[in-house]
């Protein structure tokens, strides 16, 4: 940093923002996006799915529609919910029972950190 220049840390940046996301998404607040499977509904946010999913990310960038309804095939709701709640989160806690099902869900959309190799940020 040059001379006089100050670096500011929000210390809890991290933690912050994602309780802050995960809270719009229970909310249903700034959602621009809807995912259907077997009868169930889940709004959520283009920019989470874009940043954790490759195939979300591809599917937005070729998909002009400001609200998509995106149904979703050969996945169950639970495994859905399930990675909803790792892209917001971060963390998902699954029955060892359930994990190659998940993990299988995961590939299917590319999830970021499960199925695709975690890339660190560039900096």
């Known amino acids: 940093m040059g001379d006089g ?12 923002f994602c309780h802050i996301l995960s809270t ?6 700034y959602t621009d996006v809807t995912l259907a499977c077997q009868g169930k509904f889940y709004q959520v946010h283009k920019l989470v799915l874009s ?8 599917m937005f960038e070729n998909t002009p529609c400001k609200h998509p309804v995106i149904v979703l095939k ?41 199925a695709v190799p975690d890339e660190p940020p560039l900096s």
């Open 5 to 16: 220049m100050l670096s500011l840390y929000w210390n809890n940046h991290k933690a912050t």
């Open 24 to 29: 719009l998404r229970e909310k249903e607040r």
């Open 51 to 58: 940043a954790c999913s490759e195939y979300f990310e591809s």
């Open 74 to 114: 050969d996945i169950k709701p639970d495994d859905i919910e399930a990675l909803l709640s790792y892209m917001y989160a971060g963390v998902v806690s699954v029955a060892q029972n359930d994990l190659a099902r998940l993990i299988k869900a995961a590939e299917l959309l590319q999830i970021k950190g499960l």
